[in-house]
């Protein structure tokens, strides 16, 4: 069964340094996200992002995110100078091409845990 | 704006027993709803979702959610609990449209008593 995969699993950086998360979302998948989840909290939506722009992103999506589908099959998030408060898992997410049954369904990820020190 | 309320942060059930996770969700118009679970250090696995029609709706390992628009809610069902149930679980309310995202609860974490 086609499924989401992320790299790393854990990533540990120094405040201030630059962090690259990376996806491969589902092969014939057309949207793509981003949610986080800070230790014992809830699961918090980033970015939404379809045809090679953001469709919508949150309060917490700064000019620090970015996102970027460099190629055919890989997503990515990046932190470019990252803060405590950055630590949490992160999960990347996509979802069928509107008009398929799976529309709606959003498969996850297993997640980057990342940390910052 | 789009809101879940998982009014239940803790919830011990003994194995056997039945088991309901409540779920309120605020949504203008006719909502996409989910129920998540995540076991320690996983992801996210879909146990079920409703998007129209029946409103009882099944899904994995077992769980069934019924939707009641009436009290906006999307409580989640499981007649007869394993230790391995033991999660915590996340209801979602997805928005309709192109610039789609899921809104998730706060969770609700089950402990399963031998």
Same mark, same amino acid.
């Given at each position: 069964?086609?499924?989401?995969?992320?790299?790393?699993?854990?990533?540990?950086?120094?405040?201030?340094?630059?962090?690259?998360?990376?996806? &491969?979302?589902?092969? %014939?998948?057309?949207?793509?996200?981003?949610?986080?989840?800070?230790?014992?909290?809830? &699961?918090? =939506?980033? &970015?939404? =992002?379809? %045809? %090679?722009?953001?469709?919508?992103? @949150?309060?917490?999506?700064?000019?620090?995110? @970015?996102?970027?589908?460099?190629?055919?099959? %890989? =997503?990515?998030?990046?932190? #470019? @100078?990252?803060?405590?408060?950055?630590?949490?898992?992160?999960?990347?997410?996509?979802?069928?091409?509107?008009?398929?049954?799976? #529309?709606?369904?959003?498969? =996850?990820?297993?997640?980057? #845990?990342?940390? &910052?020190? | /704006?789009?809101?879940?309320?998982?009014?239940?942060?803790?919830?011990?059930?003994?194995?056997?027993?039945?088991?309901?996770?409540?779920?309120?969700? +605020?949504?203008? /118009?006719?909502?996409?709803?989910?129920? !998540?679970?995540?076991?320690?250090?996983?992801?996210?696995?879909?146990?079920?979702? !409703?998007?129209?029609?029946?409103?009882?709706?099944?899904?994995?390992?077992?769980?069934?959610?019924?939707?009641?628009?009436?009290? +906006? +809610?999307?409580?989640?069902?499981?007649?007869?609990?394993?230790? +391995?149930?033991?999660?915590?679980?996340?209801? /979602?309310?997805?928005?309709?449209?192109?610039? !789609?995202?899921?809104?998730?609860?706060?969770?609700?974490?089950?402990?399963?008593?031998?």
């Amino acid at each position: 069964e086609p499924e989401v995969t992320q790299t790393p699993s854990h990533q540990v950086t120094q405040m201030g340094q630059e962090v690259i998360l990376r996806c &491969v979302p589902i092969s %014939n998948h057309l949207y793509f996200y981003w949610y986080r989840q800070i230790l014992g909290q809830k &699961v918090e =939506f980033l &970015v939404s =992002f379809y %045809n %090679n722009e953001i469709s919508e992103k @949150s309060e917490i999506f700064d000019d620090q995110f @970015s996102v970027e589908r460099p190629d055919g099959s %890989n =997503f990515t998030l990046k932190i #470019r @100078s990252t803060k405590l408060e950055d630590s949490a898992m992160y999960f990347c997410a996509s979802s069928a091409p509107t008009g398929t049954s799976g #529309r709606n369904e959003q498969f =996850f990820g297993p997640g980057t #845990r990342l940390t &910052v020190l | /704006a789009q809101s879940v309320t998982q009014p239940d942060i803790h919830i011990t059930v003994s194995e056997g027993a039945s088991l309901e996770l409540r779920c309120n969700y +605020s949504y203008g /118009a006719t909502p996409y709803l989910f129920w !998540y679970v995540q076991s320690p250090g996983q992801g996210l696995q879909l146990l079920l979702k !409703y998007f129209s029609g029946d409103t009882l709706v099944q899904g994995i390992k077992g769980f069934e959610a019924e939707f009641k628009r009436s009290q +906006s +809610s999307f409580n989640l069902r499981k007649p007869s609990v394993h230790w +391995s149930d033991a999660a915590e679980y996340f209801c /979602a309310v997805g928005s309709g449209g192109s610039n !789609y995202k899921l809104t998730f609860g706060k969770g609700t974490l089950l402990t399963v008593n031998p």
